[in-house]
């Protein structure tokens, strides 16, 4: 089977056969994948018209595009300059940007993780998203320019994340995915390329990756204990000059493969309740508390065990917990 202009299909039997063996069996999540393999693929190409609109200026064509991407479903869009580093390797294109789309997840689908509902809420923002780019595509070639659909769901061209962070649709998080400042981390992503000359975004600084380096909700709550401490000092950096957090794939896909895939750093992520800090009353407030994080004191457990509580003794052999943090 191929898909996209001759590209073979993804594929993902054996990528799963790589990670230790797919259990996943829920007949929605089979159903939905059916219908992007069988029915979007077969719409990814589309005939270009041959008369051309003439926008007044890229700044009006990038509004129009993005305005319509909105009308087709789309929750956030960015537009970017497509480098090399963007493709997949062996992969190329003949466009010069890509648009680049997230489509939100529902946050009350992942309230127990991993489960069927969110593994399939995972699947039907891909179906979801691979409506709107497909819609996007054909309308760009209405337009009579040429582009490519670059779906969700593995088999585009294009790297969706680093694009994502170009075209300014959030921060790297230290789960690995991008966390938008409205939004929190709970969307996917997809993509349209084309050569509409539009007016770029440019990446943010939300302080999001800032807040990361004080956070570990996610990195406590992975079951795979895939998500790092540290940032990799010798791997790569992103816009804002900071060290990438780096999943241990390793370990996070051979658990996702078996478990509704996963998807627990997503929910747990604190930027999801970023939105949700009114008082009582219902009016605005700081959106996030500061919290001063000194160094813990010793445990003590001279209480007599009639008298406490029960509780688990979390890293008692681990000496290292109890160094001074150090200050930022
Ligand atoms: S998907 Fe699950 S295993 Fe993978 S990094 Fe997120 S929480 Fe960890
Ligand atoms: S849970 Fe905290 S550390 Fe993890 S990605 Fe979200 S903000 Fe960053």
Redesign the pocket.
């Known amino acids: 089977m191929t898909l996209n202009n001759n590209i073979p299909a993804f594929n993902w039997t054996e990528w799963y056969e790589g990670v230790g063996g797919r259990t996943i069996n829920i007949p929605d999540v089979e159903r939905i994948m059916g219908e992007i393999r069988n029915k979007q693929a077969q719409r990814f190409n589309g005939p270009v018209s041959s008369q051309k609109k003439i926008f007044n200026s890229s700044k009006e064509a990038a509004k129009h595009i993005k305005s319509k991407a909105k009308e087709f479903g789309a929750d956030l869009v960015g537009i970017c300059e497509i480098e090399s580093s963007d493709l997949y390797e062996g992969k190329t294109t003949n466009e010069k940007y890509a648009i680049s789309i997230g489509g939100k997840m529902l946050y009350t689908s992942f309230t127990n993780v991993p489960s069927n509902q969110s593994a399939i809420e995972c699947v039907e923002v891909y179906h979801r998203l691979g409506e709107v780019v497909i819609n996007l595509a054909n309308y760009i070639r209405s337009l009579g320019y040429t582009c490519e659909v670059e779906h969700p769901v593995g088999d585009s061209n294009l790297l969706h994340i680093p694009v994502a962070l170009k075209a300014g649709l959030g921060e790297l998080g230290r ?2 995915s991008i966390i938008n400042p409205e939004l929190g981390p709970l969307f996917r992503l997809g993509s349209v390329t084309t050569s509409i000359p539009m007016e770029i975004d440019q990446p943010i600084d939300a302080g999001i990756a800032a807040f990361c380096d004080n956070c570990k909700a ?1 990195r406590i ?4 204990d ?2 790092p401490d540290e940032r990799d000092r010798f791997g790569k950096k992103d816009h804002l000059g900071n060290y990438l957090y780096r ?1 241990d794939t390793g ?2 896909f051979p ?2 493969a078996k478990h509704e895939y ?4 997503l929910p747990t992520c604190v930027y999801n309740h970023k939105d949700w800090a009114t008082d009582f009353e219902g009016n605005k407030v700081k959106k996030y508390p500061h919290v001063i994080m000194e160094t813990p004191p010793k445990p003590f457990d001279g209480v007599s065990t009639e008298k406490r509580h029960n509780y688990p003794k979390f890293n008692r052999d681990n000496p290292k917990q109890y160094l001074p943090r150090k200050k930022k």
């Open positions: 789960h690995g996610c709550y992975c079951p795979a895939a998500i999943v370990k996070c658990y996702f996963c998807s627990a750093c």
